[in-house]
C-alpha cells in the first residue's frame, strides 16, 4: 500500500513517500539516507569560505599557543629551572664560628666550645592534646622539673624562630632524643658550638656580655643581614657592640635529595668564613687584681656597690673596668636558669646594672678641677688670686660651708685644689660681693668641653650622659628661678649636677695629657686570617682647657697627694696627682666616696678613677683602694 513515512536521520528529518509492492519500512530507510534532507541544518549552512576562515582562526590561536610556550621556555625558563631544582635540592646554612675575645696579654676570655643545642620547633604548640606528654618526657630527658621547664617556655614562646631549650646537652641526652623516631618532627637537635666565657671574676661579665637566640624584634633587624631565626647574636657587652665583627659570615651546603628526604649528593658546599678575634685594652692581671680587691672590700665593709675605671691617658684606651657586683656571663649563654636570673633582678646591689659607664652620680669635688681650669681660662682668677676661708659664706638668711670648721685661711687655686676648699669654689663659680665668678651658663660650657652631659661613646652600650643643669632647665621643670645658691651647688659638684665614673676618668685623662679628651676604647684590633687591624685612638675635644690653666690644676692635684685630702698615696715610690670627692648619697643616705688621679706625674701612663656607693668620705674610702690599684700597676712596669 502507499503511504508515507517519516524518518529521522542523522542530519535531518526527511519523508518518503512508499508505493505499493514495496518494501515499505526498509525501502523508505533506504531512500532516506541517501535523499538530501528537508530542512537546513547547522552542518549544512558552512561554505567553504567560511571553513577556510575557521581553519585560519584556528591555525593563529595555534600559533599563539606555540609563541608563549616557547617565550615561556626562553625567557622563564632559569627561573623554572632553580623551581625544580629546589624541589629535589637542600640548602642546609654552615655557621660560622664566632671569634675570641682576648685580653691584652692574649688570655682568652670569650671561646667556643663543642655541644648539642636542644630546638624546639612550632608545632611543639600546635597540638594541645600532645603538649602535657611531650612536656613529661622532654623534662625527664633534660632531667628538670615540669613546673621549670612550662616556665621557661612560656616566656621564651615569643622568640623570633624555634626555641633553645638548651646549647649544652650532654652526650647522652643528644643520642636519646636523636633516636626516638616515632613522634620527633617537633624538635630537633644541632652540633655546634655554644659560647664559654673562660675569665675569672665575675667583673668581666658587664665587660664581655653574652650571646642569645634573637628576638622577635631583633630578627626584624637583622635578617636583611642575613641571619637565620634561630642564629645567636651578641645581647650586652662586647659581644653586642662587635657583634659584626665576631660572628663572621655564614656558608652553605647544597645536598640532593630524593622525594623521601633522603640524601643522594652532595651539589656545593661553601664555607663560612670565621669571625675575627677581638683583642683588648684590658689588662686581665689588673682586672683580675680590682675584681679580686673591691670583692673583699665588699665582704669586709660590707659597701658591694662600686666602680674602678683605668684608662691610658695618652690613648683613651680602657686598661680596666669594674662595676661591681658583677655576674657571671656563662649563667645567660644559651638558655636561662630562671632561679638564677631571679635572684640577680631582686638582688638590691643590682648586679646586672653597669654602673661603671652607667651609674649617674653627683661627682662631688672631683668635679672642681674643671671649675679650676674655666676659671683660669675666663680670666675670673689667676694662679695668684687668693680668698679667705672662714668657714663658709653667707648669702642672706643662707649658709654655704666649708668642709672644715673655721675654715682653712688664705688659700689660692692650688692650695684650694690640694684640701678641697668649697668657699674658693663658690666664689669661683657663683661670685661673691663684687667679685664675680664664672656664673652657670659658662661654668657648663666648661664642662661641656671636659665631655660631661653627653655620651662619650666606649665601645660598650648602655653608655649614660650624666647631666649638666642650666637655669632654662629649672624653670621649665621645676618651675622657679636659677639662684646663685644653685650655682654654688654646682661648683662644688653636688646640687643637680650628674656625671657617670667613665666621665670623670676620661676628663682626668684630659687634665693629665695636656688637654686632649679621648674617646674611650675597650678594644684594641681585630685579628683575622693573621692579618690586623687597628682601631685608631678618636679624638673627642682637641683642647679642653689652656695647657697653662691645665698645668696651674695638675700643680693642684700634686699637692692634695703631698700635702692634701689624698697624702696617703705620697707613700708611693712614684709621683701621683689626684682629688677625692665625697658626694651627697640622697636624703638620709651616706655619701659617696670618690677619688680619681693619675700617675706618673711627669708622664702620665695610667688614670685611675674609684667609686663607693655610699662608701663615706673619699679620702678614706676611695683613696686606700687607689692605692692598691697604683701600686699593683708599679710592680708590674718594673718587674
Known amino acids: 500500500m502507499d503511504g508515507i513515512f517519516k524518518i529521522q536521520k542523522i542530519n535531518g528529518l526527511g519523508e518518503v513517500t512508499v508505493n505499493e509492492g514495496e518494501s515499505s519500512l526498509e525501502y523508505a530507510v533506504s531512500v532516506a539516507m541517501t535523499k538530501k534532507p528537508a530542512m537546513t541544518f547547522v552542518g549544512s549552512s558552512f561554505s567553504m569560505f567560511r571553513m577556510i576562515t575557521v581553519l585560519f582562526l584556528a591555525a593563529i590561536v595555534l600559533l599563539i599557543i606555540v609563541l608563549r610556550t616557547a617565550g615561556m621556555q626562553i625567557l622563564s625558563g632559569r627561573e623554572y629551572l632553580n623551581e625544580a631544582e629546589g624541589n629535589r635540592t637542600d640548602v642546609s646554612p654552615i655557621v660560622p664560628t664566632r671569634g675570641k675575645i682576648l685580653s691584652s696579654e692574649g688570655v682568652v676570655l670569650a671561646d667556643n666550645v663543642a655541644s648539642f643545642s636542644l630546638w624546639l620547633k612550632r608545632e611543639f604548640f600546635l597540638d594541645e592534646s600532645k603538649y602535657p606528654d611531650r612536656l613529661l618526657w622532654l623534662a625527664e630527658v633534660m632531667e628538670v622539673t615540669e613546673n621549670e621547664l612550662h616556665s621557661y617556655l612560656v616566656i621564651e614562646e615569643e622568640a623570633a624562630g624555634d626555641i633553645l631549650v638548651s646549647d649544652g646537652l650532654t652526650h647522652e641526652q643528644a643520642m636519646l632524643l636523636l633516636s626516638e623516631t616515632d613522634d620527633n618532627d617537633w624538635y630537633q637537635v644541632e652540633e655546634g658550638t655554644k659560647r664559654k666565657y673562660t675569665a675569672v671574676g665575675q667583673s668581666f661579665g658587664h665587660i664581655l656580655g653574652y650571646t642569645g637566640p634573637l628576638s622577635k624584634d631583633e630578627w626584624h633587624a637583622y635578617r636583611d643581614a642575613g641571619y637565620r631565626k634561630n642564629d645567636k647574636i651578641g645581647k650586652t657587652g662586647l659581644e653586642k657592640t662587635y657583634e659584626a665583627v665576631l660572628r663572621g659570615h655564614p656558608g652553605e651546603k647544597r645536598i640532593e635529595v630524593d622525594s623521601s628526604g633522603v640524601v643522594r649528593a652532595a651539589l656545593e658546599v661553601r664555607d663560612a668564613k ?174 661641656a668641653k671636659f665631655g660631661l652631659g653627653k655620651p662619650l661613646g666606649i665601645d660598650l652600650p648602655g653608655e649614660a650622659k650624666g647631666f649638666l643643669p642650666s637655669a632654662k632647665w629649672k624653670e621649665e621643670t621645676k618651675g622657679e628661678p636659677w639662684y646663685i645658691g644653685d650655682t654654688y651647688h654646682v661648683s662644688i659638684g653636688q646640687g643637680d649636677i650628674l656625671v657617670t665614673p667613665l666621665q670623670v676618668a676620661a676628663y682626668t685623662s684630659a687634665i693629665a695629657n695636656g688637654g686632649i679628651l679621648y674617646v674611650p676604647e675597650v678594644a684594641d684590633y681585630f685579628v683575622s686570617d693573621s692579618q690586623e687591624q687597628q682601631i685608631e685612638p678618636k679624638i673627642l675635644q682637641q683642647r679642653v682647657a689652656s695647657p697653662e690653666s691645665l698645668e696651674i690644676v695638675r700643680q693642684g692635684l700634686r699637692m692634695a697627694v703631698t700635702t692634701g685630702s689624698a697624702r696617703l698615696l705620697s707613700y708611693l715610690p712614684f709621683k701621683v696627682a689626684g682629688k677625692t670627692g665625697t658626694a651627697q648619697g640622697g636624703i638620709d643616705r651616706p655619701n659617696h666616696a670618690w677619688f680619681t688621679g693619675f700617675a706618673p706625674y711627669a708622664d702620665p701612663s695610667i688614670a685611675i678613677t674609684v667609686l663607693v656607693e655610699e662608701g663615706g668620705e673619699g679620702s678614706s674610702t676611695a683613696v686606700p683602694i687607689a692605692k692598691e690599684i697604683f701600686g699593683w700597676w708599679y710592680q708590674q712596669e718594673n718587674n
Not at 303 to 318: C, Y
Not at 399 to 420: E, Q
Not at 427 to 435: D, H, P, R, S, V
Open 274 to 447: 670565621p669571625g675575627s678575634d677581638i683583642i683588648l685594652n684590658m689588662d686581665y692581671g689588673l682586672q683580675s687584681f680590682i675584681d679580686g680587691l673591691i670583692t673583699e672590700y665588699g665582704r669586709k665593709n660590707g659597701k658591694k656597690r662600686a666602680a674602678v675605671i683605668v684608662m691610658n691617658p695618652q690613648n683613651g684606651a680602657i686598661l680596666a673596668l669594674m662595676s661591681s657586683p658583677g655576674f657571671d656571663a656563662n649563667a645567660f649563654s644559651g638558655r636561662v636558669d630562671q632561679s638564677v636570673y631571679s635572684a640577680l633582678i631582686n638582688d638590691k646591689n643590682l648586679p646586672l646594672f653597669q654602673r661603671a659607664i652607667s651609674g649617674q652620680y653627683p661627682s662631688g669635688s672631683t668635679f672642681k678641677p674643671i671649675v679650676a681650669a674655666a676659671a683660669l681660662d675666663n680670666g675670673v682668677i689667676d694662679e695668684h688670686s687668693s680668698i679667705l676661708s672662714i668657714g663658709g659664706i653667707r648669702i642672706g638668711t643662707f649658709f654655704f660651708p666649708d668642709w672644715k670648721a673655721g675654715g682653712h685661711g688664705i688659700v689660692d687655686v692650688r692650695t684650694a685644689l690640694a684640701w678641697s676648699v668649697n668657699t674658693f669654689f663658690y666664689i669661683a663659680g657663683g661670685g661673691y660681693l663684687e667679685k664675680d665668678g664664672l656664673g652657670i651658663t659658662r661654668l657648663m660650657d666648661s664642662a
